[in-house]
């Protein structure tokens, strides 16, 4: 398995253009940079292995910082500090952040050091330590809600699962990873998790997959020639053509990526060195086998990076050794198979405990609780809903209901429209329509407005003095501005333009019918609203109305005309004021006054 570089998001930059080139590094120079100079030189610095130089720049970020009393600063330099230095010295700059970060109270600042903390223990392959630092650093990432850390620490988790042979799961993070745009906005973030990937795709011998993805990462290197990157394909390349058995390609790839990856002191120059003693030993050719897993070996002892490989590694060495009856090589192989599987057996054993225990259990709880919480949000919004859902139906059965109920009432007008027409129509032809004793009388009688006409139908023969003292009472009002025999003369004008049916001409006004009638229109007015009870648009409108009720009811031919054809016939501008006005006068509306008359026709 191929140690692949851990993430350090919001920290490491790479591929800087180094300002210093040409100077000295000497405090003069320094002061005339700001600190995302100073920044961006030192890892550059870092990146070119010019480990003198980082030191330098850092030490002096640190003092400037301090000397400003600059506390976002220090913390920075800590960090930049930290990558350049040995074990101890870089702990003692993380820790020393820690503090700051407790002193102010800092949550984010505390989940950024924790998780440097476990990138420097997984370098240094201490991978007990790492974990532990990564599960606090989840912890406060988690606290904040910060995402971005959440997900970094995700990241290096699931190398260690790669490192317990836990393949399959690390697989799924990375690939849930390289397809989130937020995280993998970054080229080189997005080709490390595609190298990753690749890398557990062929630990669980899914080749077709890793292919694809290795020329995927190729392609991507076209525009972007990251020498790093290329050589991390180069090897994963030559592992594809192992396990296909294609061993000249992949000793071809091999030896490239090992070429560059010793020359700038990478730990993963040893997974490239085992792999290569496993081409040998397919190739028969055990003597390089044994020479490049002898090398493995003296890196190993070197810089104590250990993976499980290793114990196949020395018994490889031993029986080698034994074969050629070295004695005393096999003595030290098995000494050193025992120094180091007793410490893979620690990392391995702490590990498959612990990572269940401190991460998946805990994750898979947050999992648990997320769905309940879910379905919970899904009740809640089913249940509110549903009472939507009800309470739209209750207002839609009331409305129906009050339809209905409205739709009964007014086909019970309609029902009596027609009766009290066909009644009275009944009563001219068998000639009981009563005599009226004189034009006058009928005059006065018409003239009294509706209301006074229902009070006087209520009232007895006792009564007449009172009806004669309320017509008094209108005669009275209009004799102190009009004279009687205007008001006569007006209203038998106005008898016969009802008697003539002259109201069903378009167009009519108070203007234009006061001039017919040669008066005035505040006269006309006056007298109308007086003697008729109501103004003169709505005097006109009922005239209409009330012949169109019975027109409607007599003349079967009139009725079956179309609606905006009878409205202009009445003398209305279009079909919509006409049925407007009809309800407004009748309390039912057209379409049903029409139904109930072919019904009771029928």
């Not at 006087?456 to 017509?471: A, C, F, Y």
């Amino acid at each position: 398995m191929m140690r692949l570089k851990f993430w350090i998001l919001l920290f490491l930059s790479l591929g800087f253009d180094c300002i210093f080139a040409q100077n000295t590094l000497n405090e003069n120079v320094l002061r005339k940079y700001n600190y995302t100079e100073l920044r961006d030189s030192f890892y550059d610095y870092y990146n070119s292995d010019k480990v003198v130089e980082s030191k330098a720049i850092a030490s002096f970020y640190i003092k400037k910082a301090k000397h400003e009393r600059n506390d976002e600063q220090i913390t920075q330099g800590y960090i930049i500090a930290h990558l350049s230095e040995n074990f101890n010295n870089a702990i003692r700059y993380l820790d020393s952040m820690i503090i700051m970060s407790k002193k102010s109270s800092n949550n984010i600042s505390m989940a950024k050091v924790y998780l440097l903390k476990g990138n420097l223990y997984y370098k240094y392959d201490k991978l007990k330590f790492s974990l532990d630092n990564y599960i606090l650093g989840l912890k406060y990432a988690k606290i904040n809600k910060n995402q971005e850390l959440i997900d970094a620490t995700n990241m290096n988790i699931a190398y260690l699962n790669c490192y317990i042979g836990k393949n399959l799961e690390a697989a799924r993070t990375f690939r849930y990873y390289l397809y989130n745009e937020k995280f993998t906005a970054d080229k080189y973030q997005q080709d490390q998790t595609r190298v990753s990937l690749v890398n557990c795709y062929l630990e669980i011998n899914k080749l077709d997959s890793a292919a694809i993805f290795i020329n995927e990462g190729l392609k991507s290197l076209r525009l972007n020639k990251n020498q790093y990157t290329l050589n991390q394909y180069l090897y994963l390349s030559g592992v594809l053509d192992l396990k296909r058995g294609k061993y000249k390609n992949t000793k071809e790839n091999l030896l490239k990526s090992y070429n560059y990856f010793s020359n700038i002191n990478d730990n993963n120059v040893n997974y490239i060195l085992y792999s290569l003693g496993k081409v040998y030993i397919r190739l028969g050719e055990n003597n390089k086998a044994f020479e490049y897993f002898t090398l493995l070996d003296s890196n190993v002892k070197k810089n104590s990076v250990t993976f499980l490989e290793l114990r196949e590694v020395y018994m490889y060495l031993i029986n080698y050794s034994k074969q050629k009856n070295d004695k005393e090589k096999q003595l030290y192989f098995i000494d050193r198979f025992f120094k180091v599987d007793k410490k893979l057996d620690e990392q391995f054993t702490y590990l498959s405990m612990e990572l269940p225990r401190k991460y998946d259990t805990p994750k898979l709880l947050e999992e648990k609780e997320d769905i309940i919480n879910d379905l919970k949000n899904r009740k809640t919004i089913l249940y509110s809903s549903i009472s939507i859902l009800i309470l739209l139906l209750l207002v839609v059965l009331y409305l129906y209901y009050k339809s209905k109920k409205t739709e009964k009432k007014q086909i019970k007008i309609a029902q009596d429209l027609i009766n009290s027409i066909a009644k009275r129509n009944l009563e001219v032809i068998n000639n009981k329509l009563p005599e009226i004793s004189s034009q006058n009388a009928e005059i006065n009688e018409k003239s009294i407005p509706e209301e006074l006409l229902s009070d006087i139908s209520d009232i007895g023969t006792d009564n007449h003095k009172m009806i004669e003292e309320n017509i008094g009472k209108i005669e009275n009002k209009l004799a102190k501005t009009i004279s009687e025999d205007v008001v006569q003369s007006i209203l038998k004008e106005l008898q016969f333009f009802e008697n003539e049916e002259l109201f069903l001409k378009k167009g009519i006004t108070l203007t234009s019918l006061a001039k017919s009638l040669k008066t005035n229109t505040r006269y006309l007015s006056e007298i109308i609203n007086i003697y008729k009870g109501k103004n003169f648009a709505t005097y006109l409108n009922d005239l209409r109305i009330d012949y169109a009720i019975n027109r409607l009811a007599i003349d079967r031919k009139f009725r079956s005309y179309k609606i905006p054809f009878i409205a202009e016939d009445l003398g209305y501008n279009n079909e919509q004021a006409f049925t407007l006005a009809f309800k407004k006068r009748t309390g039912t509306t057209l379409s049903i006054y029409l139904k109930e008359i072919e019904k009771q026709e029928v």
